[in-house]
């Protein structure tokens, strides 16, 4: 059973934009402070926005006031708007609880940014 379908990556150049998606359920949206994470290519997997229950949002110094997460409770998915794209931001972005659970990553979505 999938708890998180990621979608929306692509390639794209440097400085611009694509939002991610992750779709999961009712009960893990309404249960799970949850998370945006990346691995990039020889890297460990790190979260880089986090969205609390009450929908208080954090970021880590590499996406800070580039990247926005945000959540869709009708939708059942949780979003992650991407600005500014940089290299260093190449990835394969994956949604999970925070903490982790290592059962419930998904296949995530991979994100290219070169010229």
């Known amino acids: 059973q999938e708890r998180f379908v990621e979608s929306g990556g692509g390639s794209v150049q440097p400085g611009e934009s694509l939002r991610l998606s992750c779709t999961t359920s009712d009960y893990i949206l309404s249960t799970y402070n949850l998370a945006w994470y990346r691995q990039g290519p020889g890297q460990q997997r790190k979260a880089v926005a986090y969205?609390?229950?009450?929908?208080?949002?954090t970021y880590t110094d590499s996406a800070r006031g580039r990247f926005t997460i945000s959540k869709d409770k009708a939708g059942r998915s949780i979003s992650l708007q991407m600005n500014s794209l940089k290299p260093e931001d190449t990835a394969v972005y994956y949604c999970?609880?925070?903490?982790?659970?290592?059962?419930?990553w998904g296949q995530g979505t991979q994100v290219t940014v070169s010229s």
């Open positions: 969205i609390t229950l009450g929908d208080v949002t």
């Open positions: 999970n609880a925070v903490p982790s659970k290592d059962h419930w």
